[in-house]
């Protein structure tokens, strides 16, 4: 891996980021239990234990984030209607007689260095209007673009900054 | 029917409209990179809104919850596979189609 990406804060150094770090965990977890049991009480029997190794082993395995909830819930709502209409673009496109399309490959100087906003961006780009995220490289992420426009590049950076936003970490080259 | 139920309609039938668009592209558009826009970006949003329109009818937090859940992993699913299959076209330098 190259050296240049930033690492997670250390979960298993016994510093404080552990404690809440796990509860966060087991919160999540939780939640998802009781979507999947509807609530039955004599499922907490097995659901508290498999919770707590869930947890355990979700931490050796995903080091800790802590996502900033004004910068997700921003990022939710940006994301959220530019999905739907990077479906809307790519369905009149392939419903369209003429075919309205200019394929290209293009490369987009990536600054998030955190190592899992880059995989987030990377996953997010596929679903907003006309790109698809192609190769994650250290320095830029290679975008297949359906229609080569210059407004890509520019939609791109404001997504990039609502990740970075989201996921309370500097870009490379701001202050 | 119930005003819930043309809201429940009207999601579905919009979502039926996202998955039909996206299996013409998938004959239409000319190569894999084309045709991967195609079938993550329908498939995510034509999925979105059935789970939605279902979600509101199901009367159970439980069964909603479930529905989102679905929703979700298809999301990460579909996005992540895009990826994977793009990086290894074009890692066999399978060429991009152009105009």
Known sequence: MPTILEKGPPSWNGSHYFITDFMQRVLLFSVIWLIFTAGAAASWWIGAPAIACTAIVSLRLVAPVRPSWNGSLRFLAYFLAKSFLGAVDVSWRALHPALPIEPNLIEYPLKLRHKMARVFMANTVSLLPGTLSVSLQAHYLRVHVLVDRKTVLTDLETMEKKVAMMFETGLAGTP | ?99
Do not use: C, E
Request: aromatic share 12%; hydrophobic share 55%; glycine share 12%.
């Open chain 2, 1 to 99: 029917m119930t005003p819930t139920d043309w809201f429940t309609a009207m999601l579905l039938g919009l979502g039926t409209i996202f998955f039909i668009a996206g299996a013409v592209g998938l004959i239409r558009f000319p190569d894999t990179y084309t045709r991967l826009h195609i079938a993550t970006k329908t498939d995510n949003v034509g999925l979105g809104l059935i789970v939605f329109g279902l979600a509101v009818q199901s009367g159970s937090w439980s069964v909603a919850g479930k529905l989102v859940l679905i929703w979700l992993l298809v999301m990460l699913a579909g996005a992540s596979v895009a990826y994977l299959v793009a990086n290894g076209a074009i890692s066999r330098g399978i060429p991009v189609w152009k105009r």
